[in-house]
């Protein structure tokens, strides 16, 4: 054969090959358009058409195992942290409580894992006082925060970048990696746990299965900072109407304050008792605390410089012009976000945005922090890499985060954002020091946990002050010596100690977080116990 027929019969390969790849291509990103579409709507349309007759944990049987398992409290945490594995032993169950039921409450919690976390809390006791059967949450398969929220970032990163290879590798890896409740949390534990107070179920009886996936289903978001008397009122006549009823927004739904006490105590039992992470979570966790108190004192960072954060905030400070353009750009990219024109330096200066890194080293040094305690990086991706880390690194050089403590033992969690922040909660909450340099959902619920294991020291930055600190310091009217001294006095009532909670009469939203601060479940001092 001639060299022009080797030639034409190379280019007919060629065409062949890329007819294929571009087939192949279009099915694939049309089945992931049909999966992200079932997961987002999927409460809108016949479950039955969508194949979504599984959807709530269907696979599940009813029947309890339960184990005791040490817990990492004060009274027993060295004997965990030296012992490799936990040891199950028989766990006496609570009488069951009798009560008649009233129905059936379905929730798909949205968010991250705290917001999640705070909202399952919220849920188990609005069906305990609406004296319903409660069907084990949902998790969040639709929101970004949701798993597999670092894939989704790349997806959109190497949408950004014209990287149609690693886009469709990461989408198809996006539309198969979701997290149930059982991959999370220890769900028999959940159900046996608190069978005192409500009866859970891991899927609806037969007869009401089927008409769920027939697509017989009244779903709504209940209102949000609601009291008890909302849910009597409103929720509770639709449960009796409709049998089952599906509530598929749980974020901040039950108010902070003006309950009766029993109801915050409940919410503080499902908190930090009946929600346990699964043994596999648990005994990586640890681990990694293990490892760390090998190697002395270690202090929990949670570095909120992710690029999804950036985005989502507008917080450009001190980006290049480039990667300001790249977090815009993400940001339009994503409708779910309503804010689209942001005033980066006025946010900024109002105290709005995560603390850089290289700030966060000046306070890190400015409150005495040791330069050699461990600073354990409790976040995602740092956006900038080690390049945006190099002034932190430089300060304390022993960074460390559970990818370089348990580099083979977290194969199976990496691609899972709800379970890696599974990991780094258990880690914040034995640390010695926990940092938050940003508000959200793991900073608070942790705060409040941290409480509840006997106030350990959780440094709260005052950022509108830190960051105008910050730029008196580098513009010369400052000295480092005048900078120290502000940052201790500012922050010497911002530990973490015993106080109440600040509450704002109709304004839900800006008063103190229920589970950043649960008093009504905390020993307190006897002249805060009194008021």
Request: aromatic share 10%; with cysteine; charged share 25%.
């Amino acid at each position: 054969m001639g060299a022009g027929g080797k030639a034409g019969k190379a280019r007919r390969a060629a065409r062949v090959s890329l007819w294929v790849a571009r087939a192949s291509t279009t099915v694939l990103l049309w089945t992931c358009v049909v999966v992200l579409l079932a997961a987002a709507f999927g409460e809108h349309l016949a479950p039955s058409v969508l194949g979504l007759g599984g959807v709530w944990s269907g696979c599940l049987a009813q029947t309890l195992v339960i184990v005791q398992r040490p817990l990492l409290l004060p009274a027993d945490r060295e004997r965990v942290a030296a012992t490799a594995t936990a040891t199950a032993v028989a766990l006496p169950l609570p009488p069951k409580r009798i009560y008649k039921n009233n129905g059936y409450l379905m929730v798909s919690c949205n968010g991250g894992l705290n917001q999640m976390r705070a909202a399952i809390c919220d849920m188990v006791t609005v069906a305990r006082y609406l004296n319903v059967t409660l069907i084990v949450p949902e998790l969040d398969k639709t929101s970004f925060w949701a798993d597999p929220r670092s894939a989704f970032l790349c997806a959109v990163t190497a949408i950004l970048n014209n990287s149609v290879k690693d886009c469709i590798c990461l989408i198809l890896f996006c539309c198969f990696a979701y997290s149930e409740f059982r991959d999370i949390f220890d769900v028999d534990y959940f159900i046996a746990s608190l069978r005192d107070e409500v009866r859970i179920l891991k899927e609806l009886p037969p007869r009401l299965k089927k008409r769920v996936e027939q697509g017989y289903l009244r779903s709504m978001p209940p209102v949000s900072w609601s009291d008890i008397s909302y849910y009597n009122n409103q929720i509770l006549p639709m449960i009796k109407k409709y049998k089952v009823l599906h509530l598929n927004k749980t974020d901040a739904r039950l108010a902070n304050n003006g309950l009766p006490m029993e109801i915050q105590k409940l919410r503080c039992r499902v908190n930090f008792d009946a929600l346990r992470f699964t043994p596999e979570i648990e005994e990586l966790g640890r681990r990694v605390v293990q490892i760390l108190r090998q190697n002395g004192p270690f202090v929990v960072l949670h570095l909120r410089y992710e690029m999804d954060m950036l985005a989502f905030s507008g917080c450009t400070h001190g980006c290049s012009n480039e990667e300001a353009e790249e977090l815009t750009r993400m940001r339009y990219a994503y409708p779910w976000w309503k804010e689209k024109v942001i005033d980066s330096n006025a946010k900024r200066k109002d105290g709005l945005c995560p603390l850089t890194p290289e700030e966060i080293a000046m306070v890190l040094k400015a409150l005495d922090i040791d330069r050699n305690y461990q600073i354990y990086i409790a976040a995602g991706e740092i956006y900038g890499g080690q390049r945006r880390m190099a002034a932190l690194t430089s300060a304390y050089p022993n960074v460390v985060r559970k990818e370089t403590l348990l580099p083979s033992g977290l194969r199976f969690f990496q691609n899972h954002s709800s379970q890696m922040a599974a990991l780094d909660y258990m880690v914040s909450l034995e640390s010695d020091v926990f940092i938050p340099t940003y508000d959200g959902n793991m900073a608070k619920v942790v705060e409040g946990h941290r409480r509840y294991l006997g106030f350990k020291k959780t440094v709260l930055l005052d950022r509108k002050l830190v960051v105008e600190l910050v730029d008196e310091y580098k513009n010369g009217t400052l000295s480092w010596s005048d900078f120290s001294s502000s940052v201790k006095a500012s922050h010497t009532s911002r530990m973490g100690a015993p106080s109440r909670r600040q509450v704002i009469p109709d304004k839900p939203k800006e008063e103190d977080y229920f589970y950043a601060n649960p008093h009504e479940c905390l020993h307190q001092p006897d002249e805060l116990s009194a008021l």
